[in-house]
């Protein structure tokens, strides 16, 4: 496998992943009523695992994690699409770390998190089509 440090940045991301991408699901969801991009980031949120989710488990150490709280840029949203955009930023960054550090364990979890990442990106470029359209 891979030693517990390494772990710990793995499950760190994974959650950032899978938190970042709901936040847009669920925009694209309840806001813009979009089915087609909300199932597509459903699917993506449930492709973003590692078989070795227990082992990465039990590496998490979130009271001693030294950037806990959080910079006066997270707290910072001035509309809906400022939340988009960081939750968007955030997933695609932690699909990233993942792909990197996943080679460590798996070719194949590593080649999912890049197909995670790209279609992000896709994703991405979908909202700004759609807010443009709605001005």
Not at 57 to 81: C, G, W
Not at 110 to 123: A, D, G, H, T, V
Request: no cysteine; hydrophobic share 35%; glycine share 0%.
């Amino acid at each position: 496998m891979t030693d517990k440090k390494n772990l710990r940045i793995i499950d760190a991301n994974l959650n950032r992943l899978r938190e970042g991408i709901r936040v847009v699901e669920d925009i694209f969801r309840y806001v813009y009523d979009d089915k087609p991009i909300a199932s597509k980031l459903k699917s993506l949120r449930h492709l973003a695992r590692i078989d070795e989710y227990t082992t990465i488990l039990s590496t998490r150490d979130v009271e001693n994690d030294v950037l806990r709280e959080s910079i006066k840029s997270e707290q910072n949203r001035t509309d809906l699409f400022s939340i988009l955009i960081a939750n968007f930023k955030r997933a695609q960054e932690s699909a990233r770390v993942l792909e990197e550090l996943s080679k460590l364990i798996s070719i194949k979890a590593s080649e999912n998190f890049k197909y995670i990442r790209y279609e992000l990106y896709s994703l991405e470029t979908a909202l700004t089509k759609i807010t443009s359209n709605s001005k």
